[in-house]
């Protein structure tokens, strides 16, 4: 019962109004698979440069997750550079660089072609595309964009929306897509475009599930110490599609019990303090390790 | 099981994306009351000008709503003025006319002093105090509050949260109050300064119920049309209050339905079209009409 995940493997340089971190592991294959990983073994498919940490993937290994995927290429890696605002909120980028992202064309090795659950991570919808041509036969895929695609490849996204099974994104890039700021009005606008569901993240609010009949919202754990939100939709994403993996029940029941290990799983991942590659600087105090720190 | 509140008998006049009304009745005793009737009498106390429609109290008095304890005074009502944001997230008040309200100070008919449950609407934390002051044995109070009670009357405030049950406030509320942005500690925060539970309202994502040991979410009901949030919180607060009084149970289970049943009302409270008035004018477009319009 094959999970897929094609994304991002970053390295991110994060402010936050607790600390900062520089080069810190991460990306949406990466949060993605430490979450789905503790539900099911996760296949990830993505680039790095010559000088990502490979001991950071390394562990990821340790806990099931196969990175026969992962290329390394000549370059530098993908960097993304943030800060926050003052309540978590929101966020500004500040930097991107693309370094060996630039020419990624994501290969599937053969294995990973037969994955009946496949999550298309945050990357531009023509490599979205690309991946979902190459998998056989998937019983579920789920897709995340993000408003950079939204506002730059809009045509090829809708394309992509005709041959997935749910989108799943934040508030703020369905209103976006959509055009709409009713949330319900913008989840249904995605379902007469091809989903059968639309996963819309609201961050501390929770998560809403909307099919063609129904309205399911899971809360949020109720998290008193936040410290980094960055990774917490994909470390949502792993545990709602490893949960699905794991159990291999599509029915809507199911569905819902999903929605309930992707919020566990995205309050761990706004818990956790990531190390900066290289150092012992760290994001906000000492505090609980999350489950997939080693 | 009386069933009270004490609160401002406004007419407002509200600007939203979907239209505009001019001195519609509203008020937050009155939009708690229309939706506490529902489940339970509701006993009223406030005061309104001579220029006041008083053919407006008179539906509520329709469907058992006790407005004995509503004074009529020379001079105009209370008039409040504000714009809503494109997307009614936010609002701006433009104007805020106390009128009447100036002089207000509540004087409870002798029955309603023996009333089990009271709501302190929003008004100033010293006539909250002066009712309290009357109520001779509550099962349980609430009271809500607002950012200019925050910043003008704090200790004023502090002191009345040492003699209520329940504070219930939105989330920006309980921000300002606490100086916590992060609202499970805001919400501890308050725990920790009398109350045996915080309510915290949170518009279209729901409301917390938090007591010392658990948190409780109700998501708002999935509208996909909403055309004016003037009362929302009040009319949660009514059913909220009014379930609490016609059950008499005040088990942590019952306050839970008690929450499903606020964010009921509060849903209906959205949907309304308010009228102007004297005269047709009215907020969106015609819709479904609001279980308490007449």
């Known amino acids: 019962m094959g999970l897929l995940v094609v994304g991002s493997i970053a390295l991110d340089s994060v402010y936050t109004p607790f600390g900062e971190t520089a080069d810190a592991p991460g990306g949406s294959a990466v949060f993605f698979a430490a979450a789905g990983a503790i539900l099911h073994p996760v296949q990830v498919v993505g680039v790095v440069g010559a000088d990502y940490p490979l001991a950071a993937l390394k562990s990821l290994e340790a806990r099931g997750v196969d990175l026969s995927g992962v290329e390394q290429a000549a370059g530098e890696s993908f960097r993304w550079k943030a800060r ?39 990357i531009d919808p023509e490599l979205q595309l690309g991946v979902l041509d190459q998998v056989t036969a ?109 159990t291999d029940d599509l029915t809507l029941p199911n569905m819902r019990r999903a929605m309930m290990y992707g919020a566990a799983m995205g309050s761990f991942a706004v818990r956790q303090r990531r190390r900066s590659a290289g150092s012992r600087a760290s994001c906000g105090p000492p505090g609980r390790r999350s489950p997939w720190e080693k």
Not at 90 to 103: D, H, I, P, Y
């Open 84 to 122: 926050y605002s003052y309540d978590l909120a929101s966020r500004e980028t500040l930097e991107t660089r693309l370094g060996v992202f630039a020419q990624f064309r994501p290969k599937l090795p053969a294995p990973f072609r037969k994955a009946r659950y496949a999550f298309l991570g945050n």
């Open 138 to 246: 998937p019983a579920l895929v789920a897709c995340d964009t993000m408003n950079y695609w939204i506002q730059s490849k809009r045509d090829l996204l809708l394309e992509l929306l005709r041959h997935i099974d749910i989108l799943m994104v934040n508030d703020s890039e369905a209103r976006e897509l959509s055009g709409d700021w009713n949330i319900y009005r913008a989840a249904r606008w995605v379902l007469e475009r091809g989903p059968k569901m639309a996963v819309i993240k609201q961050g501390e609010h929770g998560a809403l599930l909307v099919s063609p009949d129904t309205t399911f919202k899971v809360p949020a754990y109720p998290l008193q110490d936040v410290f980094d939100p960055t990774g917490a939709g994909d470390a949502f994403a792993g545990g709602f599609m490893g949960y699905l993996a794991s």
